[in-house]
């Protein structure tokens, strides 16, 4: 058992001369499991940190963006990452990476890198400060309760996380006072368990878009009758806007994430997420709070989520290769 930046991450066995293809192996520790299934936002996040390693030499080294597509679930135990250059241009490069367990493909992504720092002197326009958003957190992560963790994840001592008063109280008006444009939404500040000498990595910010509760676990319990759905992801995609780890200024294990949660139907739901930084970790007061600090932070990235609603009883389909797993350790 170990913290993110340490379980997720990847060691290369083969290089091949021919394509310039590279396979990594990992292993996914049942803490980083909802239940019996490795958590996904953990699968792309091993996915980022081989890709990461790939280009670490690369004149593209940082990651701008990822599509991926959940084909069958991750279980605990050792599975392999098989990334293949598709192109290298002057501003991106493509990448085609590959999540296989016990010779099954599990999950496919594409991947784009660029350098930021070239892309910074670039001749595009960026949007002036002064019509840029705010933070959408309004309140500050040293002023924010702590909140109950999630009741699924096996991983609950690795992170702490303290939900936006204010969005679970928009969210019980609408009830109250009928529809809006905006629909339902969601926020808090998530922060994970790590040493302090440890930099956060862009390998980092899948678990964070993962983290979030669904739309289904918003609505009143009289609503939803207390029953309880397993959501597995179908798909993820995710738009880096920086370089990681953040300057010193902001918190280094902390993230502010922000969701907005319009639809569920027919068991599918989706999520559109803003990741931010954050100005201090959970309850770290040091002085005075500065009234300007929204106006100082960075968006980190955007994403969009697509999953489905399962009874939780289908994670039993994968009890036999969990025993599997178990059994094999045992034999170690």
Not at 47 to 74: G, N, Y
Not at 207 to 221: A, H, Q
């Amino acid at each position: 058992m170990a913290p993110l930046s340490e379980a997720n991450k990847m060691f290369c066995l083969t290089h091949d001369s021919v394509d310039g293809s590279k396979i990594y192996e990992g292993f996914a520790d049942p803490e980083w499991a909802v239940k019996l299934v490795t958590y996904g936002g953990f699968s792309l996040s091993a996915i980022l940190d081989a890709a990461l390693q790939f280009q670490s030499e690369a004149t593209h080294p940082d990651p701008i963006h990822l599509s991926s597509h959940f084909l069958r679930a991750v279980t605990p135990g050792v599975f392999q990452v098989r990334i293949r250059p598709i192109r290298a241009g002057k501003q991106f490069a493509n990448l085609m990476a590959e999540l296989w367990q016990k010779e099954r493909l599990k999950i496919t992504c594409q991947l784009v890198f660029t350098n930021f720092d070239v892309l910074s002197k670039s001749r595009g326009p960026t949007l002036p400060k002064a019509f840029s958003p705010l933070h959408p957190l309004p309140t500050h992560p040293s002023q924010t309760p702590i909140s109950d963790r999630l009741w699924a994840p096996n991983f609950h001592k690795r992170y702490s996380w303290a939900k936006e008063p204010s969005t679970v109280e928009r969210n019980s008006l609408i009830r109250k006072e009928g529809r809006t444009p905006e629909g339902m939404t969601w926020g808090a500040w998530v922060e994970l368990h790590e040493k302090p000498e440890v930099s956060m990595s862009a390998s980092w910010i899948p678990f964070f878009v993962d983290m979030t509760e669904t739309t289904w676990e918003l609505l009143p319990k009289d609503v939803t009758g207390g029953v309880r759905w397993w959501p597995p992801s179908i798909s993820i995609v995710i738009e880096f806007k920086c370089r990681l780890p953040l300057p010193s200024q902001y918190a280094p294990h902390t993230l502010g994430v922000f969701t907005w949660k319009r639809h569920l139907k027919n068991g599918l739901w989706n999520d559109s997420s803003e990741i931010w930084s954050a100005p201090s970790a959970l309850g770290d007061v040091d002085g005075e709070v500065d009234e300007q600090w929204k106006g100082e932070m960075v968006c980190v990235a955007v994403a969009t989520q697509v999953a489905s609603m399962e009874p939780v009883d289908v994670q039993t389909r994968y009890k036999d290769q969990v025993d599997g797993f178990h059994v094999e350790q045992a034999k170690l």
